[in-house]
């Protein structure tokens, strides 16, 4: 019943920057921790930022000082700012919410989006 929407992929050149955004929308009571993961070609899907209801965040180490995770509560919205990008950081990028629907708390997951870093 809830869906994500993503948007702000696309080709970068290294040293550019990018701005992701993931929007909610549905039957939502509220939102606990939001979540960017990423997932490069041949490799695991991995947790790159997360930021919880009160503003606390964690990052990967590989991306710490170069990507700031923010959330908009009014518009159920996160976004990935990403700064001094690498190709490294090439890889399909997804959002994952903890929706609370007043009777349970469900965990939901974006369609992903490209991010292209070119050297």
């Known amino acids: 019943q809830v869906q994500l929407v993503e948007s702000g992929g696309g080709l970068v050149q290294a040293g550019g920057s990018l701005r992701l955004s993931c929007a909610a929308s549905?039957?939502?009571?509220?939102?606990?921790?939001m979540s960017w993961y990423r997932q490069a070609p041949g490799k695991q899907r991995e947790l790159v930022a997360r930021?919880?209801?009160?503003?606390?965040?964690n990052y990967a180490g590989s991306v710490k000082g170069r990507f700031t995770i923010s959330r908009d509560n009014a518009k159920n919205t996160v976004y990935l700012q990403m700064n001094s990008l690498k190709p490294e950081d090439t890889a399909v990028y997804y959002c994952?919410?903890?929706?609370?629907?007043?009777?349970?708390?469900?965990?939901?997951w974006g369609q992903g989006t490209q991010v292209t870093v070119s050297s």
């Open positions: 930021i919880t209801l009160s503003g606390s965040t």
């Open positions: 994952n919410v903890d929706v609370d629907e007043t009777f349970r708390v469900r965990t939901y």
């Open positions: 549905g039957s939502i009571f509220s939102i606990n921790t």
